[in-house]
């Protein structure tokens, strides 16, 4: 029995999807969907959150139970935290609403390195220490 394509996993999809990008890549946009290369499907993202620990990007990760975990453990955190207004906004940015770390710089105006040492800082917290 001969299993068919789906049509986005023939040649002249995928041809075609390739000359895109590349002509959305040369313009500056950076694509959302995360996509498995050896199957062509997008990876199933986070249920609870669309951020990714504290990386620069604003791209979607792939979902991974650790990184489920990691931020059931980051929202449960900032109930309890305490910091400046500043601090704690930033905070829940990340951990509530999911903002990656250049997005809260672009709406808050914060420098990367404050909003990292932030973040480790807060990290020293919340994460169980091995």
């Not at 995360?34 to 990007?57: E, H, L």
């Not at 990340?94 to 903002?99: N, P």
């Not at 709406?107 to 932030?118: D, F, T, V």
Request: hydrophobic share 35%.
């Amino acid at each position: 029995m001969v299993m068919s394509k789906k049509f986005y996993q023939t040649e002249e999809f995928l041809k075609l999807q390739s000359k895109w990008y590349q002509k959305l890549e040369k313009e500056g946009h950076e694509d959302i969907e995360a996509i498995d290369p050896n199957t062509g499907d997008p990876y199933p993202v986070m249920t609870t959150t669309r951020g990714c620990y504290n990386s620069s990007s604003d791209v979607l990760r792939k979902y991974s139970a650790s990184k489920e975990r990691y931020f059931e453990l980051a929202r449960a955190h900032y109930w309890v935290m305490e910091g400046t207004n500043e601090e704690l906004e930033a905070f829940r940015l990340y951990a509530h609403l999911g903002m990656r770390v250049a997005a809260i710089q672009r709406a808050m105006g914060l420098s990367y390195a404050k909003l990292k040492k932030l973040i480790k800082a807060q990290e020293d917290v919340f994460l169980p220490q091995t």
